[in-house]
């Protein structure tokens, strides 16, 4: 034993080797621990700060949403006049987007459009249900499905109350013709005023095109 060598294991004449092979492992392991428990660390926190951004972004949107379709409301309940309740038909409306699983940016332009056109309140949800059938028949929008219920109206001199005709003549056409809603309006729009005018019904328009 060395000359003031004080270790319990040199005053009792050990080999300390074991012994301190043994704490270099732990060390090791403790070192490997602590690596490892800051990188656990350091991914949930990115995981934590994911997520945050993704609600503060999911946040802003649906503020901006909800602002958008107020203002969109609020538009409309200029032209549906007196005594409407506007938040039932907010509610109304949004029950609808439920229904045909379309959002509220693509109805309430189309709504404003439908009672633009001179669709009676009562009868607009009505009124976008047949449109949004059209729209998707014509690989199209509701409010293109508006756009093309309005030309034939216009044209002919037609009310809300033909909607469903209009629109099943129309279907009929896109079926047949392999052509999108938006060509459809747009060709109807160049012969409904003449076809009209000659007394040819829709019906033959809408088998000719």
């Known amino acids: 034993m060395a000359k003031g060598d004080l270790s ?4 009792l004449g050990l080999d300390s080797s074991g012994l301190e092979e043994g704490i270099s492992a732990s060390e090791k392991q403790m070192g490997a621990f602590k690596e490892m428990a800051k990188a656990v660390g350091e991914a949930l926190w990115n995981a934590f700060k994911r997520g945050t951004e993704a609600i503060v972004r999911f946040g802003a949107a649906s503020i901006k949403s909800f602002g958008d379709f107020e203002k ?4 409309v309940n200029t032209l549906l006049g007196d005594g409407v309740d506007i938040s039932a038909f907010q509610n109304d409306l949004l029950k ?3 229904e045909i699983g379309k959002s509220t940016k693509d109805l309430v332009p189309a709504l404003y459009s439908a009672l633009s056109l001179g669709v009676a309140k009562e009868d607009a949800l009505d009124f976008l249900r047949t449109a949004n059938k059209l729209g998707t028949a014509g690989v199209g929008s509701v409010s293109d499905g508006v756009d093309v219920l309005r030309t034939v109206m216009n044209g002919y001199g037609l009310s809300a109350k033909d909607a469903t005709k209009i629109s ?3 279907f009929g056409t896109i079926a047949v013709g392999s052509t999108t ?3 459809l309006t747009a060709n109807i729009g160049k012969v409904t005023p003449s076809a009209s005018a000659l007394g040819v019904d829709f019906e033959q328009v809408g088998a000719m095109m």
């Not at 319990?8 to 005053?11: F, N, P, Y």
């Not at 969109?72 to 538009?75: A, S, V």
């Open 96 to 98: 609808l987007s439920d």
């Open 168 to 170: 099943d003549i129309l």
């Open 72 to 75: 969109g409301m609020n538009e």
């Open 181 to 183: 809603l938006k060509e």
């Open 8 to 11: 319990i294991t040199a005053l």
